[in-house]
């Protein structure tokens, strides 16, 4: 139907250690130089090949050096998870998304002006967490440089990731259309005023007035009172936040909001450093969507998810969910093919979100026959962004081949 199909499931994210992050990777244990260059040069062909836009042809590269010289997965998990995801829906991502992926490849290249932002964003927000850089062990470090929204924000906008980035014109970027204002967007303080299944409404703290955004899942994420701090953009036309905001207390949001240029400041006189670091992802968060797995995966799974979702302290699963829970997903959403969404008891938003999961498309795509063709289409219509999309186009191909 014109989408690709998935790699497989032998892969599965779950059963991939993700302890051997960027930042890891790059102080790999006491291995000579010339043991390294085959795993550098590995890391830099899949660098070009993201920074062309090309998901396809870093996943294979990812497939062929698998594992660095301790014998262990070199790849950041949710790095491969997110091109499995974009080369699934290659055929209906819309320019917001190669916006996104542009932005969150500004943030993790292995230039030395990159590596030593990456330092500094890590060492200002252990800063703003009321710590000393100099005794934070270096696995925390490498966490928060992977994890952390406020280190990601630093990153990528305060201390010039993306402009540096874009300044290399990748031909990610120029899929995405004119990014130039992207990369000064101001820190915002926003409360969520009124939701759609399409849109999201939210007063500007900082002038009263209303902006309205795609809905792409902010609401059904973790917020203080629908409070989230955040740079809102354009794309095309469509306007959405840059990465997926940080939820924050009414305070916080109203004192970014009147000072956007010290929002870290405010953050750090605030005592919620922590908090909005654990609870938005850094440079692991999502392209495709503003809600994380573990938001989703709770809300259509419930318990069941929560009794096998254990993790140890770098916050990696410790053992692998069952596919049985995917099932389960894919089990729910068929069960919400033909009906309109007023009677749905979960949000479409968390539906998309899970749709666009590497494990669950492939499932779901598997469970269709055209007699769904009308439902998958008119799901298409409820669901915003590239799930919309894809349900449409497949619901096209199932009436054409029936």
């Known amino acids: 139907m014109g ?6 499931r032998n892969g599965r994210r779950r059963n991939r250690p993700s302890k051997n992050s960027r930042t890891a990777r790059v102080r790999a244990p006491s291995a000579q130089r010339d043991e390294l260059e085959p795993y550098v040069a590995a890391i830099d062909a899949a660098n070009e090949r993201e920074a062309a836009g090309d998901a396809a042809g870093a996943i294979d590269i990812m497939v062929d050096t698998p594992c660095g010289p301790d014998g262990e997965f070199m790849w950041a998990p949710w790095r491969l998870d997110r091109l499995i995801q974009l080369h699934l829906f290659a055929s209906v991502l819309p320019p917001w998304v190669y916006a996104r992926w542009t932005v969150q490849q500004s943030g993790s290249q292995m230039t030395r002006s990159s590596l030593e932002r990456t330092v500094r964003a890590v060492d200002l927000t252990v800063e703003a967490r009321g710590e000393s850089p100099r005794s934070t062990p270096m696995s925390l470090r490498t966490r928060i440089g992977d994890r952390d929204w406020i ?13 540096e980035f874009l300044g290399r014109r990748p031909a990610v970027a120029e899929r995405a259309g004119d990014l130039s204002s992207w990369s ?3 820190m915002g ?3 969520l005023a009124f939701e759609t299944e399409h849109e999201l409404r939210w007063t500007d703290l900082s002038s009263g007035s209303e902006v309205t955004t795609i809905n792409l899942g902010a609401a059904s994420s973790r917020m203080y009172d629908g409070h989230v701090i955040g740079r809102i953009v354009t794309c095309e036309g469509v306007r959405l936040f840059s990465t997926p905001p940080g939820g924050v207390r009414e305070e916080v949001a109203e004192e970014v909001a009147a000072r956007p240029e010290e929002w870290l400041e405010v953050i750090k006189r ?6 909005i670091g654990l609870l938005t992802p850094g440079q692991n968060a999502p392209i495709v969507t503003d809600m994380a797995e573990e938001v ?3 809300a259509l799974v419930g318990d069941d998810y929560l009794r096998h979702a254990e993790y140890d302290e770098d916050g990696r699963e410790i053992e692998p969910l069952p596919d049985e829970l995917d099932a389960m997903v894919v089990d729910l959403i068929m069960s919400l093919l033909g009906h309109d969404s007023e009677g749905w008891f979960v949000d479409p938003a968390c539906v998309a979100a899970a749709l ?4 669950v498309w492939p499932e779901f795509v598997c469970r269709l026959g055209p007699e769904h063709a009308a439902a998958l289409v008119a799901l298409g219509e409820i669901l915003v962004g ?11 191909t199932l009436r054409e081949s029936a």
């Open 296 to 298: 989703w995966r709770d």
């Open 386 to 396: 590239p799930a919309g999309e894809g349900c449409r186009l497949l619901g096209s």
């Open 3 to 8: 989408m690709h199909k998935s790699r497989g």
């Open 356 to 359: 666009l999961s590497p494990e």
């Open 189 to 191: 303080g926003y409360r």
């Open 270 to 275: 605030s005592g919620d450093a922590w908090t």
């Open 184 to 186: 000064d967007a101001p």
């Open 151 to 163: 280190a990601h924000q630093l990153a990528v906008h305060d201390l010039g990731g993306l402009a």
